[in-house]
């Protein structure tokens, strides 16, 4: 399914193919001031980018909704950092939970 624009009206329909059940989403036209696209890049001390990735889009991803998650991540390897883009409100969010899973295993 595209991603909806962000400050522009827009319904989503999509169709379960599980059970055909419907979902309707509506994003409504006024800007939120949280909606500021931002990209940060977080460069990790201890864990694996990639698998620290794998562990947020779990968490990031709503089996309840028709949207796809806010922010988007991508791994690079050869810096052993996250690329993370997404609404400022929601970047804060995820950055918080990066710094609590980039932590020294004993």
Do not use: F, W
């Given at each position: 399914?595209?991603?909806?624009?962000?400050?522009?009206?827009?319904?989503?329909?999509?169709?379960?193919?599980?059970?055909?059940?419907?979902?309707?989403?509506?994003?409504?036209?006024?800007?939120?001031?949280?909606?500021?696209?931002?990209?940060?890049?977080?460069?990790?001390?201890?864990?694996?980018?990639?698998?620290?990735?794998?562990?947020?889009?779990?968490?990031?991803?709503?089996?309840?909704?028709?949207?796809?998650?806010?922010?988007?991540?991508?791994a690079?390897?050869?810096?052993?950092?996250?690329?993370i883009?997404?609404?400022?409100?929601?970047?804060?969010?995820?950055?918080?939970?990066?710094?609590?899973l980039?932590?020294?295993?004993?």
């Amino acid at each position: 399914m595209p991603r909806l624009p962000a400050p522009a009206l827009a319904v989503a329909l999509a169709l379960s193919t599980a059970g055909l059940q419907g979902c309707i989403a509506v994003v409504h036209d006024e800007p939120d001031p949280g909606y500021e696209t931002v990209l940060e890049v977080v460069a990790l001390q201890n864990a694996v980018a990639s698998d620290v990735v794998v562990s947020m889009t779990g968490l990031l991803q709503d089996p309840d909704s028709c949207l796809e998650p806010e922010v988007s991540l991508v791994a690079d390897q050869r810096t052993n950092s996250i690329v993370i883009r997404g609404p400022r409100k929601e970047v804060d969010r995820t950055l918080a939970t990066i710094e609590k899973l980039d932590r020294k295993v004993q």
